[in-house]
């Protein structure tokens, strides 16, 4: 087991950035798919944007294509989401978390979550 926290979160004004990364205490290998996932209040949690933590390879869901980045760092053990050109619908709790079976975009899949973290986009 893996523990993960995220930090990064805040109140943003719409158009503005964030910056949200996670770091992870434990061995992350390169067979691993981290997330990151985000729930508003009364929705269900859903798939924002992952990587393969081996090979790097992202993928993102459609609302966010263009304006979130997924990155790692494997030096530091890190996964990060830069949010740019942020809108009043990104808003929610986002959670980091790692899937030791492969790329999936299902949270009932993924094995460890962080605390999760607030982020507010005011319009």
């Known amino acids: 087991q893996v523990q993960l926290v995220e930090s990064g979160g805040g109140l943003v004004q719409a158009g503005g950035s964030l910056r949200l990364s996670c770091a992870a205490s434990?061995?992350?290998?390169?067979?691993?798919?981290m997330g990151w996932f985000r729930q508003a209040p009364g929705k269900e949690r859903e798939f924002v944007a992952g990587i393969r933590w081996g090979v790097g390879n992202t993928y993102y869901r459609d609302s966010v294509k263009g304006r979130f980045t997924i990155s790692r760092s494997s030096a530091y053990n890190t996964v990060t989401l830069q949010m740019n050109s942020l809108k009043p619908e990104d808003t929610a709790v986002y959670y980091c978390?790692?899937?030791?079976?492969?790329?999936?975009?299902?949270?009932?899949?993924?094995?460890?979550w962080g605390q999760g973290i607030q982020v507010t986009v005011s319009s």
């Open positions: 434990g061995r992350i290998y390169s067979s691993h798919f």
């Open positions: 978390a790692r899937n030791r079976g492969g790329y999936s975009t299902i949270h009932s899949e993924f094995d460890d």
